[in-house]
C-alpha cells in the first residue's frame, strides 16, 4: 500500500524526532506553535501546510522534498551534527 503525501510527511517527522532525540515540545517551540498543534498533525487530526512542511524541513537542515520523500529520505540527508549520539552498549552485569 503507498503512503499518502500526508502519510510521508507525518512519518518523516517522527522519524527525525527520533533520530535527532527531540519531544514534540521541542519541536513546537523551534516552528513557534504549540505541543497540541504538533501532536494534532502528527496524529493526523489536523494536516501539515506547505509552509508548515518549509518550516519543519529547515529545521532539520532537510529540503522540502527530502521531507515529502518519507523518513528513509528525510533521516538519510539530515546532517550529521543532527544526529543524537548513539547510546553506548551496555556492558556486562557487574559481579
Do not use: N
Not at 29 to 34: D, N, P, Q, R, T
Not at 56 to 61: D, Q, V
Amino acid at each position: 500500500m503507498k503512503m499518502t503525501l500526508g502519510e510521508r510527511v507525518r512519518a518523516a517527522a517522527a522519524a527525525l524526532m527520533q533520530i535527532t532525540g527531540e519531544s514534540q515540545a521541542d519541536l513546537a517551540a523551534a516552528l513557534g506553535v504549540s505541543q497540541t498543534q504538533i501532536s494534532r498533525r502528527q496524529s493526523g487530526s489536523a494536516a501539515w501546510s506547505l509552509s508548515d512542511c518549509e518550516a519543519l524541513a529547515a529545521h532539520y537542515g532537510i529540503d522540502a522534498l527530502d521531507l515529502f520523500a518519507g523518513p528513509t529520505r528525510a533521516c538519510d540527508t539530515l546532517p550529521p551534527h543532527r544526529r543524537r549520539p548513539p547510546h553506548p552498549a551496555p556492558q556486562g552485569t557487574p559481579r
